[in-house]
């Protein structure tokens, strides 16, 4: 069981990625997807996480309007488009499979989740 996530780097502010996490060993259609991020000296922050079925998402306060999550099953891979970054987004990123069945339900509460991703850098510098 394995979660991968790509897509990292280093850009400038302004700029936008695209954070994607490819899992293997388990199909994703009964797990909700979450994204979290750790700065250095700070605490794990939930950034956005979708449900199961698709039809609900979640964005901390600090993301929402720059960031969008989603998901493809048939390819097994979820998805982090950030835009409009800023230095303060900085951060390891990781992503995280929670399984709940088929749910409109999700949370970024990292307790919940089962699967994690090794991390990917995101570096937001001019």
């Known amino acids: 069981l394995q979660l991968v996530e790509s897509g990292g780097g280093l850009v400038q502010p302004g700029g936008s990625l695209r954070l994607s996490c490819a899992v293997s060993g388990f199909t994703l259609d009964y797990y909700a997807i979450g994204w979290f991020r750790q700065a250095p000296g700070k605490e794990r922050e939930g950034v956005s996480c979708i449900s199961s079925r698709g039809d609900s998402t979640y964005y901390s306060d600090s993301t929402k309007g720059r960031f969008t999550v989603s998901r493809d099953n048939a390819k097994n891979t979820m998805y982090l488009q950030m835009n409009s970054l800023k230095p303060e987004d900085t951060a390891v990123y990781y992503c995280?499979?929670?399984?709940?069945?088929?749910?409109?339900?999700?949370?970024?509460?990292?307790?919940?989740?089962?699967?994690w991703g090794q991390g990917t850098q995101v570096t937001v510098s001019s």
């Open positions: 995280a499979a929670d399984f709940t069945g088929l749910s409109d339900r999700c949370t970024v509460v990292a307790g919940t989740y089962d699967y």
